[in-house]
């Protein structure tokens, strides 16, 4: 880029400028160089010394003296600047090999990398605001359960913190790490467990006829409709006992199964394993103490029913136990309708993270390939429309004189096939004719001859075929004999 140029210039300048500084030359220097220069012998030199060491009369001051003389006759006008030879050489070698790489037009290397930073930075900006959008529309869609599970603000906080970069490494690396905080965000282990624990209750509730609806939404995950069916079993009072328990059976099959399942998807202990204290999850608790809820209003059913029976007439008491025994299963039901709609939400808010996971991924490789099109592309969905006009107009047709025509007569001439009759045809045929025993299955016999056939069955057959076997040789004497003939064959 250009404006590295005056850059380096003044960077050049600065770097004179203080070795300048600090390279300048002291007095001891200067009394060097005009011992030098006048040919005094040190003189200067020595005087120096002698006077920066304090040593003063007799000889010290005679060899001033004639040092002052010496100096007083010389003019410092002689001294002529001397001109840097080998650093004006240098500088100028540096400024001509300057000069000719300024004016050179850039490698194909250099081009090609000047444009792949032009487009990571780009496309980084592009990206980030695409995102922006997307989660837009995801908060969009979320509902209430959905928010209290994924803050979309977090969202929207994480891609905010996306630097757009000119590096694509850096930007991948971004992207990677944004990535790897979404699908964190969506693995949720306790979902993963609930959702097996109901499937296995789908499979035990599709084995009943009166619980199969409710296995069939199970197992197609529709949390929410599973949820509606389960409050419809919720039990109501009734006028009689007898109409309490028949609501209530339904109810009563569905927690066995679903309590079965529960107990089915624990992990089953190892032999020679730790004992290790089992903790339930919360759809596993509510789950069993939904069936046990249930068992014990049923038993407060039956209680109540047979004190009626004994005293002829309603217990208060019973039926007070019966009352409370109801309401807790109804409050039991409502936490496992509550579980069931969370674990919808969860399921769609994890599906909806997956999605914009996937869409990161995606812009990964937007950004690593310089031929990759946007994930974001795209128009709208296909519309509706008709048009009703017409041309009444038509163009005119114009012989090109490349005309093919078919000569010949229809019906003369080779064909590729041909038809023959069987009675004068040429064609050979390959298959033969055999003749062959026609083999009769033994299977009368082999009835009578078997050992688990008790033995008054196997006279009846007999019978029966013996009857059969004199009625047709009266009607047919001729094919009695060539029946009795066949089977002495």
Not at 238 to 258: D, F, H, N, V, Y
Not at 282 to 306: F, H, P
Request: some cysteine.
């Amino acid at each position: 880029p250009s404006f590295w140029y005056p850059t380096a210039a003044l960077g050049m300048l600065a770097g004179a400028a203080i070795t300048a500084v600090l390279r300048r030359a002291d007095l001891d220097d200067s009394s060097r160089f005009a011992d030098d220069f006048f040919d005094l012998k040190d003189s200067v030199t020595s005087a120096r010394s002698f006077e920066n060491a304090d040593r003063h009369g007799g000889l010290y001051e005679l060899q001033t003296q004639c040092t002052v003389k010496k100096i007083a006759s010389l003019s410092p006008d002689a001294i002529r600047w001397q001109w840097p030879g080998r650093l004006l050489a240098a500088a100028g070698i540096l400024v001509f090999a300057s000069a000719l790489t300024a004016f050179k037009s850039p490698s194909a290397g250099v081009l090609e990398q000047l444009e792949i930073e032009a487009t990571t930075l780009a496309r980084s900006e592009e990206v980030q605001e695409k995102l922006e959008e997307f989660v837009e529309e995801l908060a969009k869609s979320m509902d209430e359960d959905e928010r209290a599970l994924v803050n979309p603000d977090k969202l929207k906080k994480w891609i905010e913190q996306l630097e757009q970069t000119k590096d694509r490494k850096e930007a991948m690396r971004q992207l990677a790490e944004l990535e790897r905080k979404i699908r964190k965000e969506a693995a949720m282990e306790s979902q993963k467990r609930d959702e097996q624990l109901l499937a296995q209750a789908a499979r035990e509730l599709e084995k009943a006829e009166e619980t199969k609806e409710l296995g069939k939404k199970l197992k197609q995950q529709k949390f929410r409709e599973a949820a509606k069916d389960l409050k419809k079993l919720a039990p109501e009072k009734r006028k009689t006992l007898s109409q309490e328990k028949k609501e209530l059976a339904r109810l009563k099959a569905a927690a066995q199964r679903m309590a079965a399942a529960a107990k089915a998807a624990r992990p089953k202990k190892k032999k020679f394993q730790l004992k290790k204290k089992f903790k339930p999850s919360d759809l596993d608790q509510i789950v069993t103490d939904l069936d046990k809820g249930v068992r014990d209003y049923a038993k407060s059913l039956d209680d109540a029913e047979l004190a009626e029976g004994q005293l002829g007439e309603i217990d208060p008491e019973k039926m007070r136990d019966a009352e409370l025994y109801r309401l807790g299963v109804g409050d039991k039901l409502n936490k496992l309708g509550k579980k069931l709609g969370q674990l919808d939400a969860r399921k769609n808010s994890q599906k909806k993270l997956l999605a914009l996971s996937k869409k990161i991924g995606q812009c990964q490789s937007y950004l690593g390939k310089s031929q990759c099109e946007s994930p974001f592309a795209g128009g709208k969905k296909a519309g509706k429309g008709s048009v009703e006009s017409r041309r009444d107009e038509r163009d005119e047709l114009v012989d090109n004189e490349q005309n093919t025509a078919l000569k010949g007569i229809k019906g003369d001439g080779p064909s590729l096939s041909k038809i023959e009759e069987a009675e004068d045809g040429t064609g050979v045929s390959n298959r033969k004719a055999e003749s062959r025993e026609l083999k009769v299955q033994r299977q009368f016999e082999s009835f009578v001859q078997r050992e688990d056939v008790p033995e008054d069955l196997k006279e009846g057959v007999k019978q029966y075929f013996k009857t059969i076997q004199n009625i047709s040789a009266e009607q047919d004497p001729a094919a009695g004999k060539d029946d009795s003939g066949e089977k002495d064959k």
